[in-house]
Each structure stands twice: as structure tokens, then as C-alpha cells.
């Protein structure tokens, strides 16, 4: 137990010290800030949603999506990177033990997805908020409390798929490139049109049910089976990634 | 005591190394030599439980790395001159490694002051020579002050100062009683440094043991003469073993 009390310690060490997770975090709170800028100076306009509509305020807090992004690269960019600059070496020669390594790696991870999610959320929020009440605004749909919750998990759970892949592929342009097809090519352009009725089951679905405000309303998923969910598609490739290292030898 | 015990390590269908035994003890540099591809490399990843054998067994006092209980306090190991993230700095690096393995906070500034690396502890280990990174390789494997001391090619790319002194440090190392085992191709640097060899060609055991005693039993003048006699792909290359008389 002190050993991965150790490890973990180690783990959140490295992100603090790299400036990696501090410019994730930095432009992640940025692009959240500015799109809730931005949608609050557009709304009304141009056929989007007035400012106070539940619409433009679900709008300005799709904020979960940029902390599920920002997380899936820094989780590949946390595993991947230890075999692009070969730390992985040093790493396995203090803790041979490969298990207590990867569950290291992924408690650092969740701890940094948890921290991403709350600030980025939070300020996104705070942002909207404040447009809001410059306006005489003072209305937040109900469901805002369950999207921050929904943001979180989403954040931390895309964290772990991220470390996933960068264990599986043992480099972060390849599991950057593998994710981006994923998405983009498997569940939105193949799987979305062939079997929609299968979407809300994928990662990127059940991803949207906690942060999209728009189809959290729709119910195709409750938050927590679409967490149940998420959390199975990590648990799986998490799985797959722990017997990959726990089997590779180390080049 | 390191322990290599009839290992056999298979890609595929090449043999990379071949029923394998040798032993190295502590007090002394023992030489790991061989030819370019011989299993040098893949000998010591499988000590350190960086590979898995196909047969045999390796191990430190007779456990297994894996199975040791405090493998950074028992074997320091540097495999790879460039095993560093290059956005953190040298103190940084160590002190993660230290944090991982619960070595106290002091020592990564005792290590680095050992490898004379403390002026250039806050800087980036991107922006480090090739020596610079073979001290830091260095301080990384003395971090846990460990019993055993095993290291891939350290002398590649240090300069002549450096050259002498990563000898004088593997001399000083070996006589605190540690084990010191050092792979090496540069056969001339090799000769000023080490003890006893234990020599492999093609994944096998060609010779093992003193340097004086085995050049005397070949015939052979120096080191690089032995190496040589025990390496060429002639059909009277055999198995040598001397002991320490």
C-alpha cells in the first residue's frame, strides 16, 4: 500500500512539475471562458437562441466536452510520453512491479481530470454567471448542478482512456491520431449512420449524455448509466493496456 | 551476487541469448564484454526485469528484481543515457524517482553533488551535453545507494576527463564493497577499468573471469587480445573459466 501511496505521489509530482498539465489546464480554462464569451455576444443573432433562453444558456455551458478533450491528451500525453522519452525505464526499475505503476499512473490522472473539470467548469460557469447578471439575468437551468457533476466525471473518465491508450500504443501521436479517428471516423461518420440506435452505448455518447446539456435533457441516457458506460469503456481498455504492460518487454 | 542462471532468451526464431550462466560478486568492476548484438543489453534487461526470459532465471542475492522488496535501494542500474523528460530538471527528475521509491528528500542534492551535477541541478535535462546526461544516468542509479551497481555502456560519449572520472568512480564504488558489473565495447577503457570480465559472443559464454588470469591462460597479451581470441568466428572459440587464484 505505502508503495502506491509512493508511486501515486510521484505521479502527481510530474504534473505539477511539467508544463504540460499547466498549459492543458490554462488552455482549457481558456477555450471554456471564450466560448462562453463568445455564445453570450452572438446569442440572439443570426437565428442563435436570446441571452436568458434555457437554449443560450445550455449553449454557453457545453464546457464539458473541452474538459473531456483537454483530459484524453493529457492522459495520452502522461502514459505515452514515458515511452517517448524512455522514463518508462527508470519508472519500472523503481516499481517492477508494472500493476502498481499503471494504477499510479490513473489515480494521478483522475486526481489532475478532477482538478481540470472543477476549474474549468467552474470559471466557465462563473463567466456565464457573470454575463448573465450584467444582462439582469438571473436564471440557471435546473439541470446545471448535474452537467458540473456530468463534466467531472466525463473529464477524469477521458483522463483514463487517455492514459489507456498511451500505454496500448506507446506513443502519443499514434493514440492522439488512433482517438481523433475513433471519434471522428468510427462513432460519428460509420457507427452514427449505420446503427444510431447503438450512439448513445459509444464512449463519445455516453461522453455527451453527462456534458451536452441538449441531450442529457433528451434522456436517451440517465447520467448515471451513461457513467455506468463510460466508466466500462475504461475499465475495458484499462484492462487491455495493464496486460499489454504487464507483458511487453521494455525495448 | 548477481546470478545468471542457464538463460535463454528467443525472438521469434533467432537466439538472442543462448543457456547463459555466469556470476559476478561484490568489491570488484567486472567487465560485461562482448560484440555489437552479442546480448549484453538483453542479459541486463532481464536482471532488471525489463524483459522476460524465454528460460533461465536471473537474480540479485538470489531473489528475482521483481521480487526484491526495495529494488531502488538494492540495484542502480543505467541503462540508457537519455532516459530523462527534457522540460524537467535534474533535481526535479530525481526527486520524483525518490519520491516513488521513498528515499528521503536529501538525497537527491547528495547524488548530484556526487556526480558534480549541482551547478546544473535547476536546469532543464533538455538542454544537457551528452556527458551532463551520463552523470545525471549516473546519479539516478546511486539514488536508493544501492549494493549493486549495474551500468549499459558508460562510457560512450564522455570525453577523456569524463572517461577518468567514471573509472575512478566505478573503482571507488567497488571498493565500498558493492557489486559493480559495467558493459563496455571501448575494450581499451574497459582494460583500465575492470577487475574481471565475463565475455559473450552470439548470446553465449565465451570466458569469465580475472582479466590478468584469463589473458595469461589464452595467451594472450592484453584485453583487447583476448576479446579477440574469444570472439572471432573461429571453430576453436570455446568456454573459458578461471578463477581467482
Redesign the interface.
Given at each position: 500500500m505505502t508503495a502506491i501511496v509512493n508511486l501515486t505521489r510521484a505521479e502527481l509530482r510530474k504534473l505539477v512539475a511539467s508544463r504540460t498539465f499547466l498549459i492543458g489546464l490554462a488552455l482549457s480554462v481558456g477555450l471554456a471562458v471564450i466560448s462562453v464569451a463568445v455564445d453570450a455576444a452572438t446569442a440572439g443573432k443570426n437565428g442563435a437562441a436570446a441571452l436568458g433562453t434555457t437554449a443560450s444558456t445550455n449553449q454557453m455551458l457545453k464546457l464539458g466536452s473541452v474538459c473531456c478533450v483537454a483530459m484524453l491528451v493529457l492522459g495520452i500525453l502522461g502514459s505515452g510520453s514515458e515511452y517517448r522519452h524512455k522514463t518508462i525505464i527508470p519508472a519500472m526499475l523503481v516499481a517492477p512491479r508494472r500493476g502498481a505503476l499503471v494504477a499510479a499512473k490513473v489515480t494521478g490522472i483522475a486526481v489532475a481530470g478532477v482538478a481540470l473539470s472543477v476549474v474549468t467548469f467552474g470559471l466557465g460557469l462563473a463567466t456565464a454567471v457573470a454575463e448573465l447578471s450584467a444582462r439582469h439575468l438571473h436564471h440557471l437551468p435546473a439541470d446545471t448542478a448535474t452537467l458540473f457533476a456530468g463534466s467531472v466525471i466525463a473529464g477524469t473518465l477521458f483522463g483514463v482512456i487517455g492514459v489507456a491508450l498511451g500505454y496500448i500504443t506507446r506513443s502519443t501521436i499514434a493514440a492522439i491520431v488512433g482517438a481523433i479517428g475513433w471519434v471522428l471516423f468510427a462513432e460519428l461518420a460509420i457507427l452514427h449512420t449505420i446503427a444510431p440506435h447503438l450512439a448513445k452505448w459509444l464512449v463519445t455518447g455516453a461522453g455527451s449524455t453527462l456534458t451536452d446539456p441538449g441531450v442529457l435533457a433528451s434522456r436517451a441516457l440517465t447520467p448515471a448509466t451513461a457513467t455506468a458506460v463510460l466508466c466500462v469503456w475504461a475499465a475495458a481498455l484499462l484492462a487491455t493496456a495493464t496486460g499489454l504492460v504487464l507483458r511487453r518487454d521494455v525495448a | 551476487m548477481i546470478t545468471i542462471d542457464h538463460l535463454t532468451k528467443r525472438y521469434g526464431t533467432v537466439t538472442a541469448i543462448g543457456d547463459l550462466s555466469f556470476e559476478v560478486g561484490p568489491g570488484r568492476v567486472t567487465g560485461f564484454l562482448g560484440p555489437n548484438g552479442a546480448g549484453k543489453t538483453t542479459t541486463l534487461?532481464i536482471l532488471?526485469?525489463?524483459?522476460?526470459p524465454t528460460s533461465g532465471i536471473a537474480t540479485i542475492s538470489g531473489v528475482r528484481?521483481?521480487d526484491?522488496p526495495h529494488?531502488?535501494r538494492t540495484?542502480g542500474?543505467a541503462?540508457?543515457n537519455?532516459?530523462?523528460?527534457?522540460?524537467?530538471t535534474a533535481i526535479?527528475h530525481l526527486?520524483?524517482?525518490a519520491?516513488?521509491?521513498?528515499i528521503s528528500r536529501r538525497r537527491p542534492a547528495q547524488v548530484l553533488d556526487m556526480v558534480d551535477l549541482t551547478g546544473a541541478a535547476h536546469r532543464r535535462v533538455g538542454g544537457y551535453s551528452l556527458g551532463m546526461r551520463q552523470r545525471l544516468t549516473l546519479a539516478?542509479a546511486l539514488l536508493g545507494d544501492p549494493g549493486v551497481l549495474i551500468f549499459d555502456e558508460p562510457l560512450n560519449g564522455l570525453d577523456p576527463d569524463g572517461i577518468r572520472w567514471m573509472r575512478d568512480l566505478l573503482r571507488r564504488l567497488a571498493g565500498e564493497g558493492r557489486t559493480v558489473l559495467v558493459s563496455s565495447h571501448l575494450l581499451a577503457e574497459a582494460a583500465q577499468t575492470v577487475q574481471d570480465v565475463v565475455v559473450i559472443n552470439q548470446g553465449h559464454l565465451a570466458a569469465e573471469g580475472p582479466v590478468a588470469d584469463l589473458a595469461a591462460a589464452d595467451g594472450a597479451g592484453t584485453l583487447e587480445d583476448l576479446f579477440f581470441d574469444l570472439t572471432s568466428d573461429q571453430p576453436d572459440n570455446r568456454v573459458t573459466e578461471v578463477h581467482p587464484s
Amino acid at each position: 500500500m505505502t508503495a502506491i501511496v509512493n508511486l501515486t505521489r510521484a505521479e502527481l509530482r510530474k504534473l505539477v512539475a511539467s508544463r504540460t498539465f499547466l498549459i492543458g489546464l490554462a488552455l482549457s480554462v481558456g477555450l471554456a471562458v471564450i466560448s462562453v464569451a463568445v455564445d453570450a455576444a452572438t446569442a440572439g443573432k443570426n437565428g442563435a437562441a436570446a441571452l436568458g433562453t434555457t437554449a443560450s444558456t445550455n449553449q454557453m455551458l457545453k464546457l464539458g466536452s473541452v474538459c473531456c478533450v483537454a483530459m484524453l491528451v493529457l492522459g495520452i500525453l502522461g502514459s505515452g510520453s514515458e515511452y517517448r522519452h524512455k522514463t518508462i525505464i527508470p519508472a519500472m526499475l523503481v516499481a517492477p512491479r508494472r500493476g502498481a505503476l499503471v494504477a499510479a499512473k490513473v489515480t494521478g490522472i483522475a486526481v489532475a481530470g478532477v482538478a481540470l473539470s472543477v476549474v474549468t467548469f467552474g470559471l466557465g460557469l462563473a463567466t456565464a454567471v457573470a454575463e448573465l447578471s450584467a444582462r439582469h439575468l438571473h436564471h440557471l437551468p435546473a439541470d446545471t448542478a448535474t452537467l458540473f457533476a456530468g463534466s467531472v466525471i466525463a473529464g477524469t473518465l477521458f483522463g483514463v482512456i487517455g492514459v489507456a491508450l498511451g500505454y496500448i500504443t506507446r506513443s502519443t501521436i499514434a493514440a492522439i491520431v488512433g482517438a481523433i479517428g475513433w471519434v471522428l471516423f468510427a462513432e460519428l461518420a460509420i457507427l452514427h449512420t449505420i446503427a444510431p440506435h447503438l450512439a448513445k452505448w459509444l464512449v463519445t455518447g455516453a461522453g455527451s449524455t453527462l456534458t451536452d446539456p441538449g441531450v442529457l435533457a433528451s434522456r436517451a441516457l440517465t447520467p448515471a448509466t451513461a457513467t455506468a458506460v463510460l466508466c466500462v469503456w475504461a475499465a475495458a481498455l484499462l484492462a487491455t493496456a495493464t496486460g499489454l504492460v504487464l507483458r511487453r518487454d521494455v525495448a | 551476487m548477481i546470478t545468471i542462471d542457464h538463460l535463454t532468451k528467443r525472438y521469434g526464431t533467432v537466439t538472442a541469448i543462448g543457456d547463459l550462466s555466469f556470476e559476478v560478486g561484490p568489491g570488484r568492476v567486472t567487465g560485461f564484454l562482448g560484440p555489437n548484438g552479442a546480448g549484453k543489453t538483453t542479459t541486463l534487461k532481464i536482471l532488471l526485469g525489463l524483459a522476460t526470459p524465454t528460460s533461465g532465471i536471473a537474480t540479485i542475492s538470489g531473489v528475482r528484481y521483481r521480487d526484491l522488496p526495495h529494488p531502488a535501494r538494492t540495484v542502480g542500474a543505467a541503462l540508457d543515457n537519455d532516459c530523462f523528460h527534457p522540460g524537467r530538471t535534474a533535481i526535479e527528475h530525481l526527486k520524483t524517482l525518490a519520491t516513488a521509491a521513498g528515499i528521503s528528500r536529501r538525497r537527491p542534492a547528495q547524488v548530484l553533488d556526487m556526480v558534480d551535477l549541482t551547478g546544473a541541478a535547476h536546469r532543464r535535462v533538455g538542454g544537457y551535453s551528452l556527458g551532463m546526461r551520463q552523470r545525471l544516468t549516473l546519479a539516478t542509479a546511486l539514488l536508493g545507494d544501492p549494493g549493486v551497481l549495474i551500468f549499459d555502456e558508460p562510457l560512450n560519449g564522455l570525453d577523456p576527463d569524463g572517461i577518468r572520472w567514471m573509472r575512478d568512480l566505478l573503482r571507488r564504488l567497488a571498493g565500498e564493497g558493492r557489486t559493480v558489473l559495467v558493459s563496455s565495447h571501448l575494450l581499451a577503457e574497459a582494460a583500465q577499468t575492470v577487475q574481471d570480465v565475463v565475455v559473450i559472443n552470439q548470446g553465449h559464454l565465451a570466458a569469465e573471469g580475472p582479466v590478468a588470469d584469463l589473458a595469461a591462460a589464452d595467451g594472450a597479451g592484453t584485453l583487447e587480445d583476448l576479446f579477440f581470441d574469444l570472439t572471432s568466428d573461429q571453430p576453436d572459440n570455446r568456454v573459458t573459466e578461471v578463477h581467482p587464484s
